[in-house]
């Protein structure tokens, strides 16, 4: 009886409690609502919205249904941005992950000092998408800049890098893929995940070190560079900074620097038209979203998940 | 009971937040513009070169002496991010108080609602002392948005030094044309042995001497409607001279050239002494001397024997924000900036001769042989009437020109096709701003 008693006592006890413990859970969260409310889902909800008027940024928007969307289509400097921006994707990802992996594999072995280099590695970036570094890549590939320094060494003459159209996107190429830590870190965790028994098996059997390579560190790795090149290529079609400090925010010269986003910043804040910009911004999304899922459906045949 | 308590409560936190928010968007300025007795903070925003951003917080501090009350926080820039942080700050309703304005986007602006009629302040402005005919130039739709600082004129500058030093005499300004320019240009670079050049490349720095350029041919670059007018051949023989230019050696390979117009006044090829000669307006002069440390002189401009285009541009102008929260403390600042002889010591010709006429007079004595050499051109050169005004939406036209002109340099496009892109660019998006 009585303990029947002190049962039901400790579990209402229990339950204000519960109920005390969720109020003042509550309260914690309020800001996180609060700046998910009107930080990232009000502003989503608005672009969505804009996307189908005419807004100059001050005077109110103007309704004009798809006319945003329609110009998508026939906008050939978009277009000629979409090139570049595919361009920049294509060749920086592989080449960034390949880095990564390729000095991931080399830092996996235990060596001396290998604190300092992970981090030294790591380092680029942490600092790649700023501001700062960017300027910096500017006055490296500058006409007077230390890389054509070091070609005058060896009696090369060099050009402006970033003022020659040819040659400017692989500038932002090259600083994308000197980026490479995130991935690098994130390989460098699958690489302990692998048994060496595997290895040690395999080097009975007389397997070399490119079929070790190839039969086992390859397909035991690959949800993990699977999981890389998803969110590299996510992270390629936004980058915005190098490209917009680089060219300068012109996306010059003659529009080979002009990737997607800056385009969209321009029509947004250059010509004040924030109605295409913001049709832009999910047209971009859609982009995205398309090639997430060609990858998702490609990996079905080269991702290997041993369960 | 206890849990909808909760519920009700939370929805009434999240009302009140949003009704706070909503409430402290719309609260604008009060209505009955009277200065403050109180601590006040102006922002006040300006692009320029070092020389101007000392020059001007030498200003901003004999204002804050005679108003103790008022603090002025400056904010300056070059051109180029100029333009995009005051987008972005009138876009977020965080626009700077007082800000210089420029010819390019004084419509885009002011149509747009971002700015205050000036004459709602005239308690604390006084524009007596203006040229009337300067006044209007910052006028749109019979409202003062502008207060006109200064007035400019295109003009090509040439270093004596560098002439002397390779023996070319300066050639006489009022015969000249666009292909003498090049010719002594050749002249020059081929002295200058790879490490200067005779000509910096035009067509990068503004369009001021696309306007010229226009305006020789006899037509303009608007008509009064704000629809797009230069002669495409007009437009045709530009680029053709700049490729030529570039081709022939009397301007920098095309890279260097976009390299150097990338960059701040200071970094032009004219300033750092790598060309001899350069289109720039006449009030440059003193900054392009000081960032070049040799003598400059300004010439006429080539072509303007046969056909009189030159006019006087406003260099700039004073505006205020539409949304500023103390547009009376504002008006008082520009009335200082506009009106104060001691200001004006201080300014000289920066940011132009003054407009206004009695300033004019009063800094005659303290001028500079520099601003002083930039005040006698406008006596000088024969001027007709202003352009009309940019039109609004067309305030882009800078980035086209320049891609147009990168675009002719690579030979991604022969000139008549990038005029005829150009021309079709523009007009699109002045009829996309309507």
Same mark, same amino acid.
Request: charged residues 20%; aromatic residues 10%.
């Given at each position: ?102 000095? #991931?594999?080399?830092? $996996?072995?235990?060596? %001396?000092?290998?604190? !300092?280099? +992970?981090?030294?590695?790591? &380092?680029? /970036? ?74 040690? #098996?395999?080097?009975? $059997?007389?397997?070399? %070190?490119?079929?070790? !390579?190839? +039969?086992?560190?390859?397909? &035991?790795? /690959? ?74 459906? #490609? ?9 | ?434």
């Amino acid at each position: 009886m009585s303990t029947l008693g002190e049962l039901r006592a400790l579990r209402r006890r229990g339950a204000r409690s519960t109920k005390r413990d969720n109020k003042a859970a509550f309260w914690f969260l309020l800001p996180w609502f609060a700046g998910l409310l009107f930080i990232t889902l009000g502003p989503i909800a608005a672009s969505f919205g804009l996307g189908f008027t005419k807004y100059n940024l001050i005077q109110p928007p103007r309704f004009i249904g798809l006319g945003n969307f329609a110009r998508i289509l026939t906008d050939e400097r978009l277009h000629n941005a979409l090139g570049v921006t595919f361009t920049y994707v294509l060749v920086s990802v592989p080449l960034q992950l390949a880095c990564a992996l390729g000095v #991931a594999m080399l830092l $996996d072995r235990g060596m %001396r000092g290998l604190a !300092f280099y +992970r981090s030294a590695f790591y &380092l680029p /970036s942490l600092l790649g998408t700023s501001v700062a570094i960017a300027v910096l890549w500017r006055q490296i590939f500058g006409t007077e800049g230390l890389v054509n320094q070091l070609l005058g060494l060896v009696g090369i003459t060099g050009q402006g890098w970033i003022s020659d159209p040819s040659s400017a996107l692989s500038t932002l190429i090259v600083l994308n893929v000197w980026t490479f830590g995130a991935p690098m870190v994130i390989f460098l965790a699958g690489l302990r995940q692998i048994p060496t028994v595997y290895y040690e #098996a395999a080097a009975i $059997d007389g397997a070399g %070190r490119w079929t070790r !390579f190839r +039969r086992i560190t390859l397909p &035991l790795l /690959s949800p993990i560079i699977f999981f890389n090149l998803v969110l590299q290529v996510i992270h390629a079609f936004q980058s915005f900074t190098q490209a917009f400090v680089v060219s300068g925010g012109t996306g010059g010269p003659a529009d080979s620097t002009m990737v997607y986003t800056l385009y969209l910043y321009q029509q947004g804040f250059g010509r004040f038209d924030m109605g295409y910009a913001s049709a832009l911004a999910w047209f971009l999304l859609l982009i995205i979203a398309g090639i997430t899922g060609i990858n998702f459906w #490609a990996a079905k045949h080269w991702v290997f998940y041993d369960d | 009971m206890r849990s909808r308590h909760v519920h009700r409560v939370a929805w009434a936190v999240l009302l009140t937040v949003i009704a706070s928010l909503l409430v402290a968007c719309s609260s604008g300025p009060g209505g009955d513009d009277e200065l403050s007795a109180g601590p006040v903070t102006l922002r006040f925003t300006w692009w320029g070169a070092d020389d101007r951003h000392k020059r001007t917080q030498q200003v901003i501090d004999l204002f804050q002496k005679k108003h103790p009350n008022i603090t002025v926080r400056g904010e300056f820039k070059d051109w180029n991010s100029y333009w995009d942080s005051l987008a972005t700050t009138v876009a977020a309703n965080d626009a700077p108080d007082v800000i210089q304005m420029d010819e390019l986007y004084l419509a885009s602006y002011a149509q747009r609602g971002a700015l205050l009629d000036l004459n709602t302040e005239k308690k604390y402005l006084n524009t007596g002392d203006f040229d009337a005919k300067a006044l209007a130039t910052g006028a749109v739709d019979g409202q003062q948005y502008g207060l006109p600082v200064g007035l400019g004129s295109y003009a090509l500058v040439a270093n004596t030094d560098l002439l002397a030093k390779y023996n070319i005499p300066l050639p006489d300004d009022n015969t000249w044309s666009w292909d003498d320019l090049k010719k002594i240009g050749e002249q020059v670079s081929k002295a200058g042995g790879g490490s200067v050049w005779g000509v910096q490349s035009p067509g990068f720095s503004d369009t001021g001497g696309l306007q010229i350029w226009a305006r020789q041919a006899g037509g303009s670059l608007f008509d009064d409607k704000g629809k797009v007018t230069i002669p495409p051949d007009a437009l045709t023989r530009y680029f053709s001279y700049i490729l030529d230019l570039a081709r022939d050696g009397a301007a920098p390979p095309p890279s260097i050239t976009i390299e150097k117009a990338d960059g701040t006044l200071n970094q032009t090829a004219v300033a750092t002494n790598t060309a001899a000669f350069g289109l720039c307006w006449n009030t440059q002069l003193t900054a392009l001397s000081a960032a070049s440390g040799q003598k400059l002189k300004l010439l006429k401009l080539p072509g303007e024997a046969k056909a009189h285009a030159e006019y006087y541009k406003p260099s700039m102008f004073w505006s205020v924000s539409a949304r500023s929260k103390h547009p009376a403390e504002a008006a008082l600042l520009l009335d200082f900036l506009a009106n104060d002889a001691d200001a004006a010591k201080v300014m000289l010709t920066d940011r132009g001769v003054p407009a206004n006429l009695k300033i004019r007079a009063a800094i005659d004595g303290s001028l500079t042989d520099t601003d002083k050499a930039a005040a006698d051109y406008l006596n000088r050169i024969t001027v007709s009437d202003p352009p009309r005004v940019t039109p609004n939406g067309a305030s882009t036209i800078e980035t086209i020109l320049k891609r147009h002109v990168e675009d002719v340099l690579f030979d991604r496009a022969k000139p008549d096709q990038a005029a005829k892109a150009f021309i079709t660019e523009l007009q699109a998006d002045v009829d996309a701003a309507r």
